[in-house]
């Protein structure tokens, strides 16, 4: 509770006042009792009264002085009185400021307590604000960290699902060319097991056939000698000796015919020696068609080189 200092002091002025006047109004009667007037106006009386004795005197005296004090104490006694009604009108007025302090301080203390509630509402109000958007502004940081985090994942997985693709699709092509290289490898060995059974074979054959042959040459070497010398004969009959050729000479005859012994073809491999033994060697041929065919066809050749060389 907040004292008024002004009031006090206020009633402390009021009070030293009171003992004042209280104190004046006692000397009042002495005063009165001692001013010029009054002590010649008793000395008169006393002068003009009878004379009195001093035991009278002593009684009128202390009459005097009882009605002096009795005056003395009735004024005090209203003072007292008056000095007490202004105490308790003060006390009065001093409670009915206290409680009108006490009103003013227990309003000025529900205004402060409302003022307080409604700052601490407001508090309250404010950090329940403040935390919702907190919790929102966590929330959606949150929720902007799992959709980044989603996002990652997901990005991860499909790099990953490519990784994955490309890789697959590597080793799969990998694995084609593995597969298709092994296909051409064995494709390649068996083309050149082929191609080495084929040549085997035809080794074996070309022996055989050599072997074939060899023997058929040792079998038809007389028929192929009788053949050619047939042939030779008959180029011989139909060759003319030009003038002035050589009386002894040979050459290398190619030959080309059919199966029947049409001459084709006649060419000179080795020369006779001039152009003229050849051009007579080559008309000598052509003239000599068809040419004897063999006892044994076996012997038969569409193409073959003889030796002409005259008799």
Not at 280 to 304: G, I
Request: net charge positive; aromatic share 4%; glycine share 2%.
């Amino acid at each position: 509770m907040n004292f008024d200092f002004r009031a006090l002091a206020f009633a402390l002025i009021i009070h030293v006042l009171m003992v004042l006047m209280l104190l004046l109004a006692i000397d009042m009667p002495k005063l009165e009792l001692g001013g010029k007037k009054k002590i010649e106006s008793i000395e008169t009386l006393i002068i003009d009264a009878p004379i009195m004795t001093t035991t009278e005197k002593l009684r009128l005296k202390d009459d005097k002085q009882r009605k002096l004090q009795e005056i003395q104490r009735q004024k005090k006694l209203e003072l007292e009185k008056k000095a007490e009604e202004k105490r308790k009108k003060d006390e009065a007025q001093r409670k009915l400021v206290a409680e009108q302090q006490r009103k003013e301080e227990a309003e000025r203390k529900r205004v402060e307590e409302n003022e307080r509630k409604a700052l601490e509402q407001k508090k309250k109000e404010d950090q329940a604000r403040k935390e919702k958007a907190e919790a929102e502004k966590k929330r959606k940081a949150e929720e902007e960290k799992k959709n980044r985090e989603e996002a990652e994942k997901k990005r991860l997985a499909d790099e990953e699902a490519k990784k994955k693709a490309i890789e697959d699709a590597r080793k799969k092509a990998e694995d084609a060319k593995r597969k298709a290289e092994e296909a051409e490898r064995r494709k390649a060995q068996e083309a050149l097991e082929a191609q080495m059974a084929e040549e085997l074979a035809a080794e074996e054959a070309a022996r055989a056939r050599a072997a074939e042959e060899a023997r058929l040459r040792d079998q038809l070497r007389p028929v192929l000698a009788r053949w050619v010398a047939a042939m030779r004969n008959k180029v011989a009959r139909n060759w003319l000796r030009p003038p002035g050729g050589s009386e002894y000479f040979e050459c290398s005859v190619f030959v080309k015919q059919l199966n029947s012994g049409e001459v084709l073809q006649v060419k000179i491999e080795e020369s006779c020696g001039s152009d003229v033994l050849n051009e007579s060697v080559r008309k000598a041929v052509l003239k000599a068609s068809p040419l004897p065919l063999p006892e044994d066809m076996r012997v038969f050749k569409k193409e073959l080189i003889f030796v002409f060389k005259p008799d």
